[in-house]
Nanobody, 123 residues
Framework: QVQLVESGGGSVQSGGSLRLSCAASGTTSSTFCMAWFRQASGKEREGVAHSVSGGPTTYADSAKGRFTISRDNAKNTLYLQMNSLKPEDTAMYYC?????????????????WGQGTQVTVSS
């Protein structure tokens, strides 16, 4: 089990940028794969980006070209740099982690979740 604490959410205007951070505490194996998900009001939770330690990163189509996932393994911290934000990016953003990665789907096998950080983009 790993504890995940997100920060960096807030309110921005359309076209603006935000950087989310996720501080993880736990074993290295439990954070082998880390990801960002989001859930907009009234919608299902969806994956935004996934990152394998020393391995590939994958993005949802909605995030490609605008969002960048990165990780600092020394600090056990995951980041999501979000640029060119749109009102449809408004959602609660969750950090997630797991010890396995599914290469056929490009997704983490999530076993731990953070509490979330709200991102609101106004037009």
């Amino acid at each position: 089990q790993v504890q995940l604490v997100e920060s960096g959410g807030g309110s921005v205007q359309s076209g603006g940028s935000l950087r989310l951070s996720c501080a993880a505490s736990g074993t290295t194996s439990s954070t082998f794969c880390m990801a960002w998900f989001r859930q907009a009001s009234g919608k299902e939770r969806e994956g935004v980006a996934h990152s394998v330690s020393g391995g590939p990163t994958t993005y949802a189509d909605s995030a490609k070209g605008r969002f960048t996932i990165s990780r600092d393994n020394a600090k056990n911290t995951l980041y999501l740099q979000m640029n060119s934000l749109k009102p449809e990016d408004t959602a609660m953003y969750y950090c997630a982690a797991g010890s396995r990665y599914f290469p056929y789907t490009g997704r983490c096998d999530v076993t731990s979740w953070g509490q979330g950080t709200q991102v609101t983009v106004s037009s």
